[in-house]
């Protein structure tokens, strides 16, 4: 089992935005057992999407959906007006 971190850094003021925003499009998508996360502590205006997948091949099957997904296309448009700079972790459960 692996869990996927999308973490993005949000431009002052756009925080929760970003967050309703990315909150929606994984509904929209059907990401299973995601949640989306903000900061309380450390680096401010940070969004995370983590999600939990099977294996590699599980990830690269949703990245290819993610692409054709005209729904989550459609709730995603504009984010990337939302943020500064991001980074994509992926860690395996022990």
Known sequence: MLVVRN?????????SKLAAQIKEAAAAA??????VLTDLTGEFNRVILEFEVE?????????????????FRDKMKGYTDLYVTG????????
């Not at 973490?7 to 925080?15: I, M, Q, Y």
């Not at 294996?55 to 729904?71: H, I, M, P, S, W």
């Open 7 to 15: 973490c993005f850094t949000a431009k002052p003021g756009s925080a």
């Open 30 to 35: 059907k990401i299973s057992r995601h949640r």
């Open 55 to 71: 294996n590699v091949a599980g990830f690269e099957a949703q990245l290819k959906d993610y692409g054709t997904n005209a729904a």
């Open 87 to 94: 980074t994509r972790e992926i860690l395996q459960i022990a």
